[in-house]
């Protein structure tokens, strides 16, 4: 009996798929780890004379660089000026039906990434990190609500634990308070009640935003990059409608770039290129690993938090962090 080996290219294939999966997950591990810690910084430490970036103005260029990425990638795939050109009049701005349903995940994603700069404005970015699982929870309802997703018996015990653990975080420690090493003008500045509820808010506008794209990309079909472009525009000029009429004046009398500095830059990118890095993570990976890179990413934040910013957890936040991580792993099995 003679067996036949399978063709070089078909191995080929599944080395690449595998090095793309752990890739994209090692990056979507690094950066969701390094963009909360980096933004948190960037809101409390400041060199002598520095003064604070507007919050607006950030997600603005988030979006804009989003933007750019997306039609870059998009004119290399058309791979001639004129399938992209064409591909843009049909699919973006001459499909003014389709973008106006995006308005609504788009106007709720600008929401979003306001409300991430409040919240970690006013927490610590341990707590920040393991209070934003709650969108794992708003996600399963709003799936329940608008795509008539059934959960099983499984998935409801670790959302009841996701809330436990959470609640456990948030509970309120001495010890958290007098053993830190930030500035007391900065802490005392904070509003851990302000930074709960936008993170809340945050879990909210996403797990809607995120059902409701969903049902409209399962209505047809459209490369990745189309789609988030139709998402981006939208969302550009809420952020920008944001931005003029919170920091309008201070933008006039100072410019839009007033605080700049390198770290700010590296915030924006980081920001910009998050979305797009799950999408891929979600295309190459699925959501069960994705799952473990957020609880990786929970882990190695609390560990830096520790060192940078003096975070001293309490007994009942490592037991709340215990139950998060054990929750999010429990939802992600199939």
Known sequence: MKYELPPPSSSREEKSVQFKKYISLCFLTIQSSTLVLMLRYSR???????????????????????????????????GKWSIFVDTLTDEIFGNWSELKLMMVPSGLYALQNNLLFLALSNLEAATFQISYQLKILSTALFSVLLLGTRLSRNKWLSLILLMVGVILVQLPSTSEAST????????????PIVGLFAVISACLSSGFAGCYFEKIVKKGPASMWVRNIQLGIPALLFSMTAMLISDGRAIAHNGILYGYDTLTWVVVFNQALSGLLVALVVKYAGNILKGFANSLSIIISSMISFYVFGFQP???????AFIVITATLLYSRP
Request: proline share 6%; aromatic share 12%; hydrophobic share 45%.
């Open 44 to 78: 409390v430490e400041h060199q002598p004379g520095q003064p604070m970036y507007l919050a607006s103005t950030a997600v603005f260029f988030a979006e804009l660089i989003k933007a750019v990425v997306c039609l870059l990638f998009l004119y290399k795939n058309s």
């Open 314 to 320: 309490s007994p009942q936040f490592a037991m709340g």
């Open 180 to 191: 830190t090493t930030e500035d007391a003008s900065v802490t005392d500045l904070q509003n």
